[in-house]
T-cell receptor, first 113, second 113 residues
Framework: QKEVEQNSGPLSVPEGAIASLNCTYSDRVSQSFFWYRQYSGKSPELIMS????GDKEDGRFTAQLNKASQYVSLLIRDSQPSDSATYLC?????????????FGTGTRLLVSP | NAGVMQNPRHLVRRRGQEARLRCSPM?????VYWYRQLPEEGLKFMVY????????ESGMPKERFSAEFPKEGPSILRIQQVVRGDSAAYFC???????????FGEGSRLTVL
């Protein structure tokens, strides 16, 4: 079992719709959770971090965390074609004194005009 | 306001040659991480360094790979006697502390012929 699991997609949504990206993780002691966006051929870019159960909103993005179910999600409202990218879920826990990130393989999102 | 700078962006080597990848962290960041990304795979942690110290190299192959972050100058990831399986994108990331919120460089794409 992979430590961080994501559906590879592609997830196709029309412009203006809500895109829902999901992630499950296996390490129960994971403390911090992150969503990174990676455009093709580019570097990952942090878009959201979440540390406690519940929802965290930032503009059109909402991250949701359920530690009991070991589940993290990212909602993108009013999806735009510019949101088309691969979204990487990452978890971390303190490891030898630092937070070691473990990434999923990413979900490819396609937003059609 | 330079971000994380990596060079070279693209590197081609023949089997048996050496590859040296350089990374300058963002200004004010003293924590450097190296990740490797293979096609269709997620980012895999390799090594975490602070100035003049390797903090965790648990993700780095025991042979042929080494990393350093000297007091002056960029962090270097060195791969000796490269093999075809080393072909990948190598990303450097930096952070201001151990928050898990990493800023990534554009990556160095190594191709081994």
């Amino acid at each position: 079992q992979k430590e961080v699991e994501q559906n590879s997609g592609p997830l196709s949504v029309p412009e203006g719709a809500i895109a829902s990206l999901n992630c499950t993780y296996s390490d129960r002691v994971s403390q911090s959770f992150f969503w990174y966006r990676q455009y093709s051929g580019k570097s990952p870019e942090l878009i959201m971090s979440i540390y406690s159960n519940g929802d965290k909103e930032d503009g059109r993005f909402t991250a949701q965390l359920n530690k009991a179910s070991q589940y993290v999600s990212l909602l993108i409202r009013d999806s735009q074609p510019s949101d088309s990218a691969t979204y990487l879920c990452a978890t971390s826990r303190m490891n030898t004194g630092f937070q070691k990130l473990v990434f999923g393989t990413g979900t490819r999102l396609l937003v059609s005009p | 306001n330079a971000g994380v700078m990596q060079n070279p962006r693209h590197l081609v080597r023949r089997r048996g040659q050496e590859a040296r990848l350089r990374c300058s962290p963002m200004k004010g960041h003293s924590h450097v991480y190296w990740y490797r990304q293979l096609p269709e795979e997620g980012l895999k942690f390799m090594v975490y360094l602070q100035k003049e110290n390797i903090i965790d190299e648990s993700g780095m192959p025991k042979e042929r790979f080494s990393a350093e972050f000297p007091k002056e100058g960029p962090s270097i990831l060195r791969i000796q006697q490269v093999v075809r399986g080393d072909s990948a994108a190598y990303f450097c990331a930096s952070s201001v502390g151990e928050t898990g919120e990493l800023f990534f460089g554009e990556g160095s794409r190594l191709t081994v012929l």
